[in-house]
Nanobody, 123 residues
Framework: QVQLVESGGGLVQAGGSLRLSCAAS????????MGWFRQAPGKEREFVAA???????NYADSVKGRFTISRDNAKNTVYLQMNSLKPEDTAVYYC?????????????????WGQGTQVTVSS
């Protein structure tokens, strides 16, 4: 059973930074494509960033240049470094995983999800 546990969320002022982590309990983490999504109150869950098993990355236009996704296969962990945070980045952030696939940009591309971590950016 795949388990994903996010951490690193919190309250930060606009312009600040946070780094989210997602630890995966899987057999061979390097085989998994990983993604970050977010959901603000009253809105649908939206794509933020993704990284393939080979290290290719993709970002939503709204976070490009501010967020960076990375992975450490030795630690079974994917990260989301978030800089220059804005109040509109406030949301619950979810980690997602899918084995044996390339970059996945849509919710439907992932079978496994974490419980989420709250990020709140104050103005």
């Amino acid at each position: 059973q795949v388990q994903l546990v996010e951490s690193g969320g919190g309250l930060v002022q606009a312009g600040g930074s946070l780094r989210l982590s997602c630890a995966a309990s899987v057999r061979t983490f390097s085989n998994y494509a990983m993604g970050w999504f977010r959901q603000a109150p009253g809105k649908e869950r939206e794509f933020v960033a993704a990284i393939s098993s080979g290290g290719s990355t993709n970002y939503a236009d709204s976070v490009k240049g501010r967020f960076t996704i990375s992975r450490d296969n030795a630690k079974n962990t994917v990260y989301l470094q978030m800089n220059s945070l804005k109040p509109e980045d406030t949301a619950v952030y979810y980690c997602a995983a899918q084995p044996y696939t390339g970059l996945q940009l849509g919710r439907g591309g992932y079978d496994y999800w974490g419980q989420g971590t709250q990020v709140t950016v104050s103005s």
